[in-house]
């Protein structure tokens, strides 16, 4: 029995290592503890499946030469593929030509995107813009307090609507924001939207239509890497839902080995452009997929 994969991974490859060459069986006996990894780093089935296919064709096909011994280049192999697949090099947001750029924010309740829409502005502060946050979560009791509480803390203007009118409508408030951005000279708008506990059908429909009335140039998808497996059904209904352009991680801190990162870029084809990992506006940085590619195989 092992403890941790990565201590199955090592004896497995350390087997091949005393190998002078590397024969399909090795591969075979390799994949399979690859394949027990990515499972256990919650990686959805169909992904782990197409994964390790991948990975054999290329080190069956593979030389062994040079410096390598078999196991190193397996090792090789798996890293290339799941840093390909992560997304190769870190993606930088889309800003647009004329602004205020619009960055809006979608996911599940619960997944941190008010938490995330301060982290990103005082991000973006220290990167030399001036973003200004929307509050158009009108749904949960306290959203727009708690967005307000961030924007202080990161030191920028939260556009909210008026306290005593009502519930109030999410498209009218993002449209006036919009505005006051291109009067006040904000050349980044932040966008933060309802989250439902689970995927529904009010949700989707408010998240476009405040995507229609913003025409944004990104959307975020932000997903909570805890939730392992459900990332992949989630991703693809806010997918289909509200569609977005980009993928942000939230909760790397805790002890989720990081396989909804691999689902979710995998499965939606959108770029993961940012990791959080805190509680605090700080623990926030760009998505590196060669650090993930570590986190996943352990
Ligand atoms: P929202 O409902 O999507 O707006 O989520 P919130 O931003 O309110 O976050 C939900 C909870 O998760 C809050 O208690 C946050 O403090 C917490 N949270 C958000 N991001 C992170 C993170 O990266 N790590 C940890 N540990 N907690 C986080």
Do not use: Y
Request: proline share 4%.
């Amino acid at each position: 029995m092992f403890d941790t994969l990565s201590d199955r991974l090592t004896a497995a490859l350390q087997t091949l290592s005393r190998k002078g060459r590397l024969s399909d069986a090795d591969i075979d006996a390799t994949a399979r503890e690859i394949r027990i990894a990515l499972l256990e780093a919650d990686v959805a089935l169909p992904v782990v499946k197409a994964f390790i296919a991948k990975v054999k064709e290329r080190a069956k096909g593979a030389e062994v030469h040079g410096a390598l011994n078999p196991a190193q280049q397996v090792i090789k192999i798996v890293n290339e593929e799941l840093v390909g697949i992560l997304g190769g090099e870190t993606r930088r947001l889309n800003l647009a030509k004329n602004p205020p750029s619009v960055i809006m924010l979608a996911g599940l309740q619960g997944a941190g995107k008010t938490t995330l829409a301060g982290k990103l502005a005082l991000w973006l502060k220290k990167q030399g813009h001036a973003p200004m946050l929307v509050a158009c979560d009108l749904q949960r009791p306290n959203a727009v307090t708690q967005l307000q509480v961030v924007g202080e803390r990161a030191g920028v203007v939260t556009f909210a609507p008026e306290p005593g009118n009502g519930v109030g409508d999410p498209v009218d408030v993002a449209r006036r924001a919009i505005a006051e951005a291109r009067h006040a000279q904000h050349d980044i708008v932040v966008v933060d939207t309802a989250g439902r506990l689970g995927v529904d059908e009010e949700l989707m429909k408010q998240a476009a239509d405040i995507r229609d009335a913003v025409e944004p140039d990104e959307v975020l998808f932000v997903v909570d890497a805890m939730i392992g497996q459900d990332a992949v059904t989630t991703a693809e209904a806010f997918r289909d839902g509200v569609g977005f352009t980009g993928v942000v991680l939230t909760k790397l801190d805790g002890d989720a080995r990081g396989g909804a990162a691999l689902s979710v870029r995998e499965v939606t084809g959108q770029p993961i452009l940012f990791a959080s990992n805190g509680e605090k506006l700080e623990d926030f940085d760009t998505f590196h997929p060669d650090r993930m590619a570590s986190r996943i195989l352990g």
